[in-house]
């Protein structure tokens, strides 16, 4: 994909989780042409191999991977200083991993609904302190992590998963305001539904797009502009009705 519109400096340098993720590869391919060095980071080898050789053929500069299931948060501080070994200092983090569970389990199986909080949540908590720490030091960069609208109001469709992308929203916003006097941005991304691997068995998908339409917007919030950020633009007015819904109403609601 092109975008024009995202003043790109060359060879950023980026550490990105869940780099196998529909939504983040498009992101990526735009920074891999204007020569960025990647160290990606996700569970399946061979998706994590293809998508290091893609990057790579689009132009990156350097792309070291490492497999981890990031839920093994005892393993984050050798991940993030090995990263900063490699690379010495990043420009960009970008946080993508997620799940959203079995819709049909997580209401009614307690372990489902640690799996989705310990993926959504408890890992990202663990990489954002570790990663606030440095990024604190060398007092430079972005830290950008996608949340979701569904953090917004709790729906009976899928309030597990929403309460864990809200915790990680109110998590980003004092990560923010600590990392301000630093002069780190921290962004969160709030798509709205995406056509991606995750959504693929959801029977209802209202107002979809394919992920390379909200690639510019991600690519913008890593450098300027809001940091937070509804993407399609539209969930923002969307969602801001949704929570204004009186709850003797909402209750009646089949969202
Ligand atoms: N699609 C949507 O409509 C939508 C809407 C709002 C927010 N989001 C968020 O956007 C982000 C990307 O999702 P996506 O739609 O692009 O889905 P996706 O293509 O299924 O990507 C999910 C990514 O998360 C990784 N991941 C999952 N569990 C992991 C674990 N335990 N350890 C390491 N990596 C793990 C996967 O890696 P492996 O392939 O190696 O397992 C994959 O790279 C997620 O945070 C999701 O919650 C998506």
Same mark, same amino acid.
């Given at each position: 994909?092109?975008?024009?519109?995202?003043?790109?400096?060359?060879?950023?340098?980026?550490?990105?989780?869940?780099?196998?993720?529909?939504?983040?590869?498009?992101?990526?391919?735009?920074?891999?042409?204007?020569?960025?060095?990647?160290?990606? #980071? =996700?569970?399946?080898?061979?998706?994590?191999?293809?998508? =290091?050789?893609?990057? *790579?053929?689009?132009?990156?500069?350097?792309?070291?991977?490492?497999?981890?299931?990031?839920?093994?948060?005892?393993?984050?501080?050798? @991940?993030?200083?090995?990263?900063?070994?490699?690379?010495?200092?990043?420009?960009?983090?970008? @946080?993508?991993?997620?799940?959203?569970?079995?819709? *049909?389990?997580?209401?009614?199986?307690?372990?489902?609904?640690?799996?989705?909080?310990?993926?959504?949540?408890?890992?990202? #908590?663990? !990489?954002?302190?570790?990663?606030?720490?440095?990024?604190?030091?060398?007092?430079?960069?972005?830290?950008?992590?996608?949340?979701?609208?569904?953090?917004?109001?709790?729906?009976?469709?899928?309030?597990?998963?929403?309460?864990?992308? =809200?915790?990680?929203?109110?998590? @980003?916003?004092?990560?923010?305001?600590?990392?301000?006097?630093?002069?780190?941005?921290?962004?969160?991304?709030?798509?709205?539904?995406?056509?991606?691997?995750?959504?693929?068995?959801?029977?209802?998908?209202? !107002?979809?797009?394919?992920?390379?339409?909200?690639?510019?917007?991600? !690519?913008?919030?890593?450098?300027?502009?809001?940091?937070? #950020?509804?993407?399609?633009?539209?969930?923002?007015?969307?969602?801001?009705?949704?929570?204004?819904?009186?709850?003797?109403?909402?209750?009646?609601?089949?969202?």
């Amino acid at each position: 994909m092109t975008d024009s519109s995202f003043p790109a400096e060359k060879g950023k340098r980026l550490f990105v989780c869940g780099a196998t993720s529909a939504i983040a590869l498009p992101v990526c391919r735009r920074l891999a042409a204007d020569s960025a060095s990647f160290f990606l #980071v =996700a569970r399946n080898a061979q998706r994590l191999d293809r998508v =290091a050789a893609d990057l *790579s053929t689009r132009g990156a500069a350097r792309v070291e991977t490492r497999c981890l299931d990031l839920t093994k948060t005892a393993r984050h501080s050798d @991940l993030v200083s090995e990263a900063f070994a490699t690379f010495g200092e990043f420009d960009i983090a970008f @946080l993508a991993h997620g799940i959203l569970g079995d819709p *049909s389990r997580v209401v009614e199986d307690p372990k489902e609904a640690e799996k989705v909080l310990q993926t959504n949540f408890t890992s990202a #908590v663990s !990489l954002l302190t570790l990663l606030a720490n440095r990024f604190e030091k060398q007092r430079r960069g972005t830290i950008a992590v996608i949340t979701s609208v569904a953090g917004d109001r709790g729906r009976k469709s899928n309030y597990v998963y929403g309460s864990a992308k =809200a915790g990680l929203t109110v998590f @980003l916003q004092g990560l923010r305001h600590r990392l301000h006097s630093a002069g780190v941005r921290v962004v969160a991304i709030k798509p709205g539904f995406i056509l991606t691997p995750m959504t693929e068995n959801l029977a209802r998908k209202p !107002l979809a797009v394919e992920p390379k339409q909200i690639a510019p917007d991600i !690519l913008r919030s890593f450098e300027s502009g809001p940091e937070e #950020v509804y993407t399609p633009w539209f969930w923002k007015p969307i969602m801001t009705a949704i929570r204004w819904i009186p709850e003797p109403l909402f209750k009646r609601l089949d969202l």
